[in-house]
């Protein structure tokens, strides 16, 4: 990355599945991804408990004495559903509080294989992105093309010019952990002249918080 301008990234956030998935693949990236993480002294975030690709990551992580966060609503800890997080947990009331505590806990996104819930929090983060709600780094790792089809409706969306070619570069893609994490950290984020006009209004608690209530 010679003669790159590279971005301090201290904490990864890492979306993924609870389960792991159908090829062996998913899950030994997930725990290489965490290495990964590990000796570029890289802090996780993640969704909490220990189950699927979730617990791949966070384990890897913590293997390699760094600190792991699990940001985990309080429905989920009822009877152990999704069992123990590795690290420190934080317990909040919803999905969406959740989903804010780690956009603003972490430096970058991850994405790795799952389903409804990791793409939900992956375009979530993006169109937060694309309305200047924050400028950090997105990004999916493509083990053995998962998200090929993904990527190629995104492209087709593009052609369609419902997302424009500006947007369409938050999101980053890569097909190993180093190459993506060397993404993240080269990502320069351009913002929507018209978008970064939007005025984000903080709520009346002492602490400044985005108001994150619209939905698209």
């Not at 200047?132 to 999916?140: L, S």
Request: net charge positive.
């Amino acid at each position: 990355m010679e003669g790159v301008l590279v971005r301090k990234i201290k904490k990864i956030c890492v979306f993924c599945g609870a389960n792991s998935g159908k090829d062996v693949a998913f899950v030994n990236a997930a725990f290489h991804l965490g290495e990964v993480l590990g000796k570029r002294k890289i802090d996780l975030v993640y969704g909490g408990g220990k189950l699927g690709l979730m617990g791949c990551v966070s384990t890897a992580v913590a293997q390699h004495e760094r600190q792991v966060l699990g940001i985990i609503p309080s429905a989920f800890t009822i009877n152990n559903l999704v069992g123990e997080t590795c690290g420190k947990e934080i317990k909040v009331a919803t999905m969406q509080e959740r989903l804010v505590m780690m956009m603003e806990l972490s430096d970058a996104f991850i994405a790795l294989p799952g389903g409804f819930g990791t793409l939900e929090e992956l375009f979530q983060m993006i169109s937060w992105a694309q309305l200047n709600i924050h400028n950090k780094p997105i990004g999916v790792l493509n083990i053995n093309g998962f998200f090929n089809g993904l990527l190629s409706f995104v492209d087709h969306v593009v052609k369609q010019e419902f997302i424009t070619p500006r947007a369409r570069k938050i999101l980053i893609s890569a097909t190993t952990a180093d190459e993506l994490v060397d993404k993240l950290q080269a990502f320069r984020f351009e913002s929507d002249p018209a978008l970064s006009k939007l005025k984000w209004s903080p709520s009346s608690s002492q602490k400044e918080k985005l108001d994150l209530t619209l939905r698209l």
